[in-house]
C-alpha cells in the first residue's frame, strides 16, 4: 500500500479523457434504454385493463372468485401492467445495446456469432415466460379442482394472484437466457467445455435454487420450473460438442 502513488492532475485528466468516450457511449445506451422502457411502462399502465382481460382469459380463471381487498388495487394492478410491460418489450432492446456497445472489443468471427444466437435468446425468452405461465396456469387448475373436490370456497386476490404469474413468467424467461450465455462463453474459449462438464451437480443445484425462490410455493412446481433448466444446460453441452 505504500508504494501506491496518488495520481497528479495531468494524469487524472489524461485518464479521464481516456475513458470519457466509453463512459459517453454508455451513458446514451442506458438513456436510450431507459427511454423505451419509461414509454413501454406507460403503454402497460394506460392499456392494463385489456393486459388484465387478456391474463384472465389465457389462465382459465373461469370458476374462480376474483375479487379486489383495497379500492387501491386499480392503480396497483395498472403500475404493475406498466412495469411488466416495460422490463419485457425493453428487454431485446437491452440486448442488442449491449451487442452494439461490446461489437469494437469483438473479432469479427465472434461478433457474428453472437449476432446469429440473437433470434435463439429471443425465442428462449419466450419460452421461458409461456413455460411459466403454464406451470402457474396448472397450479390455479389444482387449486380450483381441490377447492371443489372438498366443498371449499375459493376467493384469490386479482393482485397477488397477475403480480407472482407475471414475476414468475418472466423470471423463467431470463432464467432461460442462461444456455446462450452459457454456449458463447464457451464458443469464445472464456469457459472449457471440461470444466463445465465438472460443475454439472452445482449447476443443478443452482438450478433447483432458482426455481425454488421464484414466488410458487410448491415443491412440485419447483422441480417442474427447475427441469427445463436442467435440460437447457445439458443441451447446450451437447450443442458445444457438435459446434466444436
Known sequence: ???IKPLTSPELKALVDKY???LNEVRKRIVFTLLVFGLATMGGFFFYEEIIK???DILSLKGINIVFTSPFQFINLAISCGVASGLILS???LVIQILSFLKPALRIKEYKMVV???PFSLILFLGGFLFGALIMKWQIQIFLSRSISLGIGNILDISNLL???VLTSALMGIGFQFPIVLLLLMRIGIVKHQH???QRPWIYLGSFIFAVLLPPDSVLADILLTLPLVIL???TLILNRIFH
Do not use: D, G, H
Request: proline share 8%; charged share 15%; no cysteine.
Open 1 to 3: 500500500m505504500e508504494n
Open 20 to 22: 470519457s468516450p466509453f
Open 54 to 56: 387478456f391474463l384472465i
Open 91 to 93: 428487454f431485446p432492446v
Open 116 to 118: 446469429r444466437f440473437l
Open 163 to 165: 403480480t407472482t404469474v
Open 196 to 198: 463445465l462438464s465438472k
Open 233 to 235: 444446460f445439458e443441451l
